[in-house]
């Protein structure tokens, strides 16, 4: 048996159900807080621009050179030490954990921008 499994068969927690939501009075209701699915994500002209902004800022770049079809090292001339910093000041400015296995080929801002766009907690 797994240590979860039996780690769980030992454990009971109290269960408390609420009755429907109509049934309580609302000022019982001001600690429960509704979350609904991710539906504020960004729009992909919104990454784009944020994206362009983080290369941009980097201090290797030269602002003008930086278009969305842009590559790191063939057309910026950085190294790939370069490129994981950029990585992770995307990763700050989007608050999301970029794994290494997909940072590797993150190596333009073309794969950037899809990458930050298609993943579904990028704010």
Request: proline residues 7%; negative net charge; hydrophobic residues 40%.
């Amino acid at each position: 048996m797994s240590l979860r499994a039996a780690v769980l068969r030992h454990i009971r927690l109290p269960v408390q159900t609420l009755p429907a939501i109509g049934s309580r009075p609302q000022s019982q209701l001001s600690f429960l807080r509704l979350f609904s699915s991710h539906d504020d994500h960004l729009t992909k002209e919104e990454v784009i621009d944020r994206v362009l902004d983080v290369v941009k800022s980097f201090p290797k770049v030269e602002p003008s050179q930086v278009t969305p079809d842009v590559h790191f090292q063939k057309d910026l001339g950085l190294d790939s030490l370069d490129n994981v910093e950029i990585v992770m000041a995307l990763e700050e400015e989007f608050k999301l954990e970029i794994p290494d296995k997909e940072a590797d080929k993150i190596d333009s801002c073309n794969l950037a921008i899809e990458y930050i766009y298609n993943h579904p907690m990028a704010g």
